[in-house]
Structure formats: C-alpha cells, structure tokens
C-alpha cells in the first residue's frame, strides 16, 4: 500500500507563509486552491456529499476536516464524529428526561442481534477496547441526521471495523443522501508522528485546548524554575493565561493504543482496495529527499526546544526541521496539515468532476 505525495510547490511561487496565522493561511489557500475553493463553493450551493475519514488514531481527521470546512464554506459542510454522538448519547442517560426520549426513540428504531437491556448496558459500560453492536450505532446515526439540516459531511469514526466497511457503502442510502456521491479518505501517517503527537500533547484545563509542546505551541511559553520544566500558557482570553497539562499515561505514546492502531491500519488498507468507491489519499510525510522536488519549507512541521534565560528571565524558542523514521524505516519530513487539505481539495474537486 503506497499513498502517492502530492505535489503542492508552484513553480514561480517565491513567497513564504506563515502558517499558524489565520490571515496568512487564507492568503495561503488562496494562492495554492484558488479554482478547486471556488468549485467547490459553487458546488456545495445546490449539492452535497459523503466522505468517510479512514485513518489511524489522532492521524489528524478531525483538523483536516475543519480546515476544509473553514476554508470552503464552514455553513455547509460538517465535521460528523461518531465518538462524540456516543459521547452524547451515554450523557442523555443521566438526565431523565433525555433519557425517556433516547430509549422511546431506540424502542421504535432499533433492531438487532441484543436486546434492548444489553445495548443500554454496552451503550453505558463502553470503553475503547470493545465496540458498540454496529446496529446501535447505525440507528444512533439516524437520530442524528433526522435533526440536522443536509449538508456535506465528513464522517469521522465511522466504518470502524472491516464489517462495517460493507455498511458503509450503503451509508448514503441510509442517512437520506441517497444521491450525493460519497468518497473515502484515506490518511497515511506514520506511527513515530502519532507517537510523538501523543507523548508531547498538552490540554487547556479551562477550554480543552489541545496543542504540543514539541509540535504546535501556544503563542506564550513559560518556564517553572522549581520544576525546571516548560509549559504553554493558553492563547484563549477567558482562560487567563492557564498553563497547559498533560494528561495521565500519554507519556507512553501510542504503546497502550497499539492494538487499535494496527485494526485501523487494517481498515484502511482493505478499503484501499475496495471498487466502485472513489478513493483520495492523504499522505502526511515525504521521504527528506523528496522534499525539493514536492512542497515548500514552510509547509513542513518544524520541532521546537527552549533554553530559560536566567539573566533576562525569558525563554528562548529554537525552530528545526523535524525528521523522523516513516513506517518504512525512511527518514522523512512531516507536513503541517495545510499542504494537506491543499491536495484534498484538489482531489475532492476531481472526485466530483468538478
Ligand atoms: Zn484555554
């Protein structure tokens, strides 16, 4: 299973961006997908359609999924994860009210293999280990589309095994897209660059924020001198500078989360060689050498370390390419997820006959 890398250099393009600048990455998008941003657009009017993301765990769905929307056209386009519908769902059960509504709902659309008692019972006890009955979630989906007005969707958590691969090229059938065309997204990262997202990742106690302390900072870093240790400071004015955490256990990466890796990895490749379903691949890192040739610097996810300036009592940041071992054993360059949803919007665009 080889994903191609998608060429994002323009010949003749000298200027560079500043990538984490919401204004520079619009002039960014601008420069790089104008005609596919304006396609789509005049698409996404009239029309919509169904994209499944298929990637590994914390392989960044969710952020090329936003950006796109944001960049195209965020009213009609919508982010649809299915972890968070049964995040929802498990909430309704505490509050009574909801709770009736949920079980009325079930009683009237469920049907499956358990019994009304054993789904609540998994619906209530689910971890990561076992999956909810894909019945459930199919019907949990269609209480949700039944609320939500149509629009192009990003489906995020959903085939979550090979069996539910099958059910996914229905999908559109089921949730009253019937005639959208729907795609699948395939998304190629590296296991060291999901390994590293998680060991440096850190959380805005307040909001939830989440950014890395190696990979992606906060605007303000500070430094505590008893600890000797560095934080980020949260960039959101509510929260009033709070330090960023990290949360219990990420320091052993993707270690505890390697079973699911290596499902996720087998989703993904027996939907690479699935028919009849357009497929776009989405490739997060490029072999170092390759790099000339295919994408700009700017457009690669630098590392950073910090040194304390006692004297000054300031810290430092120093910027440097990040290489790391592709799954192949390839020293390789990661790329921030603009260039990213770059090519995705060049291939949805084709995917569309746009
Ligand atoms: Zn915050």
């Known amino acids: 299973m080889k994903f191609p890398i998608f060429k994002t250099k323009i010949k003749g393009l000298n200027r560079t961006f500043n990538l984490i600048d919401l204004q520079e990455q619009k002039e960014y998008f601008e420069l790089k997908a104008k005609r596919g941003i304006k396609k789509l657009r005049e698409y996404l009017k009239e029309n919509t359609f169904v994209a499944y993301l298929l990637g590994k765990k914390n392989s960044g769905k969710g952020t090329y999924s936003k950006i796109f929307a944001e960049i195209i056209s965020p009213e009609r386009i919508e ?200 497929k776009i691949f989405l490739r997060n890192s490029l072999p170092v050498k390759e790099v000339p040739k295919f994408v700009n610097d700017y457009e690669i996810t630098p590392e950073y370390n910090f040194e304390w300036d006692k004297e000054q009592k300031k810290v430092i940041i120093k910027k440097k390419p990040w290489i790391i071992l592709d799954d192949e054993g390839i020293e390789s360059f990661s790329l921030l997820p603009q260039p990213i949803v770059v090519s995705m919007i060049k291939q949805i665009v084709e995917v569309l006959n746009l």
């Open 79 to 278: 982010h649809f994860s299915i972890g968070d519908m049964v995040r929802a769902a498990d909430l309704e059960l505490v509050d009574k009210k909801k709770k009736k509504d949920l079980l009325n709902f079930l009683e009237r659309n469920y049907r499956g293999r358990f019994s009304m008692a054993e789904i609540i019972s998994a619906l209530k006890k689910r971890n990561t280990k076992t999956l909810l009955p894909t019945e459930l979630i199919l019907v949990l989906i269609k209480r949700e589309m039944e609320k939500k007005e149509k629009k192009a969707l990003f489906i995020d958590g959903f085939p979550r095994d090979l069996d539910q691969i099958d059910f996914s090229l229905f999908f559109r059938d089921l949730i009253g897209h019937r005639d959208d065309p729907d795609v699948f997204i395939l998304i190629d990262v590296p296991e060291n660059v999901i390994d590293q997202r998680i060991k440096w990742r850190r959380f805005c106690p307040i909001c939830q924020a989440s950014r890395n302390l190696k990979l992606h900072l906060t605007s303000k870093i500070g430094y505590d001198e008893k600890k000797k240790e560095f934080y980020l400071i949260c960039d959101n004015p509510n929260c009033q500078e709070a330090r960023l955490v990290k949360k219990e256990g990420d320091e052993l990466g993707v270690e505890p989360i390697r079973e699911r890796l290596e499902m996720d990895g087998k989703l993904i490749e027996q939907s690479f060689s699935l028919y009849g379903i357009p």
